[in-house]
């Protein structure tokens, strides 16, 4: 009896020691399940409820937020509840002084109704211009009266690129002068060549503005083409028909940076002599140059111009690592929108519930589910809801320049903004992912997670120099977005690239992009819990994290390392 009892006890033991170390090392199956993250921080990343971030999403497009807009009620509104949900997460303030809100210092410019914009030929009658219907225009300058009476200059891309051997400009002195320009850059298949179809920074409306004023033209008016541009002229109007935040700084600035519709610019190359659409073909080419044109733009630009209060709410939890907590991740989304459009007939609320308060919903399901982690990451984490993105990404610009901690010392960037909820999601988009060291251990959990990675769906828009991580970028750190693809489960592969069609042209930054009951969060919480997986990876790893070399950001990253300006 005794030999069966001892023989019992053997095979106790044997089955105890297998459970235990079938415990200590998780099946694959297991590792799967958790995103291949510790029990700790699987446990805090299940935690992540899409009802929760229905009930932000809900609160922050709610006409009572007034559209989120920069330096108003409904935006100051926003950012008070998100430091509030910070603190209920009992996560460490880390903007000035103590609290959570590091304050941006914006100067608000509206373009006031008085003002006049004319192109005058120089034989014929001038074309006066409806503003909001054929042109709109900011005059960066910060001055509340600009008069300009300068020739107009067809600069083509309106971009100088030694990398690319293509400078538009040449030789030309456009000093004094209004430079007429397409948006986009040269159409290319060669990946060496402005990256075939991926639009770069050149691209970019601000870079255009920026580069004509460091040559030291007074005005800019780009041609709007809606292939062009990605969207259409109802983005163009709604975007810049209010008032238009930036940061004071003492950059060259223009007097006038403006948009013209196609058809307008046609009429006046044509009333010039010329045609606009055998000048844009010549742009095409490197041997392209400035074509000064018998043409005048008049204007008399007014402008109520106002210091703006706004902040970026930033909150961070703690590393868990004496040594490395001094590094950290960082988490991004952008709360601002568009605001109220005060004499707008109809509904003049721009609520911006996809964009961006679904971005916030994210970051806030993020935080609260860091905050609640048994055990935190060996790195800090830092949560940033930034200001003014509508804006030109102000708020993350400064950001930028004034991390809370060292750009150095920021691992990594993951930024959300306009992830649709429809339902869950079997791709995910991870533009510029594929640019850092870290994209091994994104397709690694991409898999993890049974996400397909989608190559970016429309790389001529430039989504990648759209958001708030691009400023990150800037600066060195690396940095992009996550957001689904156009697979959804349930639905065939058309179904997401309908429903972002329909979005852009019927909700994308007008009055219409409201919450609806019918929402489905799911696709939101699958790319919180992704974000996360790949945030506590990051915030736990050994080594670091850069630039893959050759990248237009590695540079940045060196200097920011070295110590170098």
Request: aromatic fraction near 8%; hydrophobic fraction near 40%.
């Amino acid at each position: 009896m005794r030999r069966l009892t001892a023989a019992f006890l053997v095979v106790a033991l044997v089955a105890g020691a297998m459970a235990q170390e079938k415990a200590a090392k998780p099946s694959a199956a297991a590792k799967a399940e958790r995103g291949g993250l510790p029990a700790a921080a699987a446990a805090a990343m299940k935690s992540i409820d899409p009802e929760r971030m229905r009930a932000h999403v809900r609160f922050l497009s709610h006409d009572l937020l007034e559209g989120r807009g920069t330096g108003q009620r409904g935006g100051d509104l926003a950012a008070e509840y998100i430091a509030t949900q910070f603190a209920l997460y009992g996560l460490k303030p880390a903007g000035d002084d103590g609290t959570y809100m590091q304050r941006v210092p914006l100067v608000g410019v509206t373009t006031l109704p008085d003002t006049t914009f004319a192109i005058v030929p120089e034989h014929g009658e001038a074309m006066k211009l409806k503003m909001s219907d054929d042109y709109v225009a900011m005059d960066e300058s910060l001055g509340k009266v600009s008069e300009i009476d300068a020739q107009i200059v067809f600069a083509g891309y309106g971009i100088e690129a030694p990398e690319y051997q293509w400078n538009d400009f040449k030789d030309a002195d456009v000093r004094g002068k209004v430079l007429l320009m397409l948006v986009n850059e040269p159409p290319s298949e060669d990946e060496k060549f402005f990256k075939a179809r991926a639009l770069t920074y050149y691209g970019r409306w601000t870079y255009k503005y920026e580069q004509a004023a460091r040559k030291g033209a007074v005005g800019v008016i780009l041609i709007h083409k809606t292939e062009m541009a990605s969207y259409g002229w109802d983005v163009v109007r709604n975007s810049w028909s209010g008032e238009r935040s930036r940061i004071r700084t003492q950059a060259p600035r223009l007097h006038a940076a403006s948009w013209i519709q196609l058809e307008v610019a046609r009429q006046a190359v044509a009333a010039a002599g010329l045609n606009l659409d055998e000048l844009m073909e010549k742009a095409k080419s490197r041997d392209f140059r400035p074509v000064p044109l018998s043409l005048r733009l008049r204007a008399h630009i007014e402008s109520q111009v106002r210091p703006v209060q706004s902040s970026n709410v930033i909150a961070m939890l703690p590393g868990s690592d004496p040594k490395l907590r001094a590094q950290a991740v960082m988490y991004t989304a952008h709360y601002d929108h568009l605001g109220i459009r005060p004499g707008q007939a109809g509904d003049n609320i721009y609520n911006g519930a996809a964009d961006n308060a679904t971005g916030c919903g994210i970051l806030l399901e993020l935080a609260r589910a860091f905050a609640s982690a048994s055990q935190g990451p060996r790195r800090s984490i830092v949560f940033a809801a930034v200001t003014a993105e509508e804006q030109g990404l102000r708020g993350s610009e400064y950001l930028g320049q004034k991390p809370p901690i060292p750009a150095k010392d920021i691992m990594l960037d993951l930024n959300f903004d306009d992830v649709p909820p429809l339902g869950e999601p079997e791709e995910v988009e991870l533009v510029g992912s594929e640019r850092t060291t870290f994209y091994p251990v994104v397709a690694a959990t991409a898999r993890e997670f049974g996400l397909v990675i989608r190559p970016d769906a429309r790389p001529e828009a430039g989504h990648y120099y759209r958001s708030d991580h691009f400023s990150l970028a800037r600066v060195g750190v690396p940095a992009f977005s996550v957001n689904e693809g156009e697979k959804f489960k349930g639905h065939p592969a058309e179904w997401g690239a309908q429903q972002a069609a329909e979005y852009t042209e019927k909700r994308y930054h007008q009055p219409t992009d409201e919450y609806r009951p019918g929402m489905d969060f799911t696709g939101d919480a699958k790319m919180a819990r992704f974000g996360f997986a790949l945030g506590w990876k990051a915030a736990s790893q050994p080594g670091s994290i850069g630039w893959q070399p050759g990248d237009e950001f590695e540079a940045a990253r060196k200097a920011s390392q070295s110590g170098t300006p």
